[in-house]
């Protein structure tokens, strides 16, 4: 079982930079594949980035490829999220996701392991 915590949300306008962590506690963080989601008011949770188990394969939806960058490091049991360009329609509450998947996938019920989330704000 894996704990996730994010950090480092919060308001930034249109244009600007964020980068979110995800600090996982338990065993075994390079045995799980890890992916952050988002949903914005009214909306569905939506897949935004997915980080194989190695680091070695990223995966990105067409709204933020070219301005995100998932990361991660296995000895600090963290995933980040680099968020550059960010956009009025970035504004969501993120989500850190975990899953044993040996592969990464871009749906919501493929993770066992959610974290809390975090508030971010684009304003124009």
């Known amino acids: 079982q894996v704990q996730l915590v994010e950090s480092g949300g919060g308001l930034v306008q249109a244009g600007g930079s964020l980068r979110l962590s995800c600090a996982a506690s338990?065993?075994?963080?390079?045995?799980?594949?890890m992916a952050w989601f988002r949903q914005a008011p009214g909306k569905e949770r939506e897949f935004v980035a997915g980080i194989s188990r190695s680091g070695r394969w990223t995966y990105y939806t067409d709204s933020v490829k070219g301005r995100f960058t998932i990361s991660r490091d296995n000895a600090k049991n963290t995933v980040y999220l680099q968020m550059n360009s960010l956009k009025p329609e970035d504004t969501a509450i993120y989500y850190c996701a975990a899953d044993l998947d040996s592969s990464v996938q871009n749906t919501e019920r493929a993770y066992d392991y959610w974290g809390q989330g975090t508030q971010v704000t684009v304003s124009s």
């Open positions: 338990g065993r075994a963080f390079g045995s799980y594949v």
